[in-house]
């Protein structure tokens, strides 16, 4: 007699790559590693942002530093990530320090080219108009010429925040890369649900963050909005 085995009525016996129940059973640890994502995503951009203004301020002021700034910035963003973090190895050990120093020094080249882009773009007209009135250079820069960049830099800024949201995943190799530790070992088990569940957040949270930066970008430039109506 020939028994009929029925195949298993539960998705994760399955190792189906669509799951709901992966979902019911492992929100915790979903919530967990969405969260350490989203720290380090952010301390990473804000960090780098906070490098990147003054030296993009340098750049543009004083025209010998330009090249070295940039130079630079662009040969960090050419080292292998892998490269990178065994080069920071030493400073930051295996913590979550580690990844974040890697990604603040990836997401400089994006923001010092932008912000400096930007700052270029100021009307020279418009930076002799407000000398004019008075304007001291700390008062041109923070009251006209940031703001006037703020187009520019926030185009940096979203490109830099989705590309960290990319690159904490290669921060698994130490243990600290978000949903990147569920699809390393996702991948490692060949647990398609996981991998597959890890990844879709990864978008979700880069997509999320961008449009999140368009709003910011849409309430800071209301000159734009008026030239656009």
Known sequence: MITVTEPPDDCLARNEWICGKYLSTRSEILTDAVIQHLQITVVSVLLGLVLAVPLAVAARRWRWASGPVLGVTTVLYTIPSLAMFSLLLPLNGLSASLVVAGLVLYSLTLLVRNILAGLRAVPEETRQAARGMGYGPIR?????????????????????????VSLVTVGAIVGYGGLGNLIYSGMNTYFKAQVLTASVLCVVIAVTADLLLLGVQWLLTPWQRGARG
């Not at 820069?141 to 989705?162: N, S």
């Open 140 to 164: 041109l820069l923070l009251t006209v010429e940031l703001p006037l960049a703020v187009p520019a830099a926030m185009a940096g800024l979203r490109i830099a925040t989705v590309s960290a």
